[in-house]
């Protein structure tokens, strides 16, 4: 028995370009490279620019740990014929019923409906069984709040948030979008 494969209860969605799939170890290099671009970071709460190391393999492990809070998945266009990994997109559990979607795309593949489409998936397939989704966006992040809107994300309200990258509080838009029953 192969005792470095780590089995996650996460499921495989499939959209039309790329499957949504559980982060493995070997994703370590694309998501280090893509993550460790500011232009990635700066948009994110969590990821620190520059990306120290060890970074990548400690959350790829905390994706993998049982009684996890967040589900991570890669937007893996392999079968395509395109790179394992061309972002990631998340659900982390606030409370019952209630979970905090994030996504990030790599540069190269911006533009493409990528990330609108991942979040569809993840939307129909609602695994975790979600009635309410939210989502965080930085204001000066005009592509991700109609990546949000696109999606049936509705605008909550103004906020502010901690960017790790940028070493500040910055001001934010709130999204939510209520699931229908059907998908529960």
């Known amino acids: 028995m192969n005792t470095n494969v780590v089995m996650v209860d996460q499921p495989i969605i499939a959209t039309e370009r790329f499957d ?3 982060l493995r170890a070997s ?3 694309l998501v280090g490279l893509y993550a460790a671009d500011p232009r990635v970071a ?4 969590s990821i620190p620019h520059p990306l120290p190391p060890g970074a990548v393999d400690a959350m790829i492990a905390r994706t993998q740990a049982s009684g996890r809070d967040e589900d991570i998945w890669a937007l893996d266009g392999s079968r395509a014929g395109r790179p394992e990994v061309m972002g990631m997109v998340s659900l982390t ?11 990030w795309i790599a540069p190269a593949f911006w533009n493409a409906g990528l990330a609108s489409e991942a979040i569809q998936a993840l ?14 966006v930085m204001q000066d992040n005009p592509a991700s709040a109609r990546v949000m809107t696109n999606c049936g994300f509705q605008y909550l309200g103004d906020a502010e948030a901690y960017s790790v990258a940028r070493g500040a509080t910055v001001p ?5 979008r209520k699931l229908d029953k059907e998908q529960n």
């Open 27 to 29: 994703d370590a290099g």
């Open 172 to 176: 934010t838009w709130t999204y939510t």
């Open 93 to 103: 559990r606030v409370d019952a019923g209630r979970s905090e979607l994030s996504f």
């Open 42 to 45: 700066k948009n994110t709460r």
């Open 123 to 136: 939307i129909a397939a609602n695994p975790h069984r979600a009635v309410t989704l939210f989502a965080v």
């Open 20 to 22: 949504l799939r559980p």
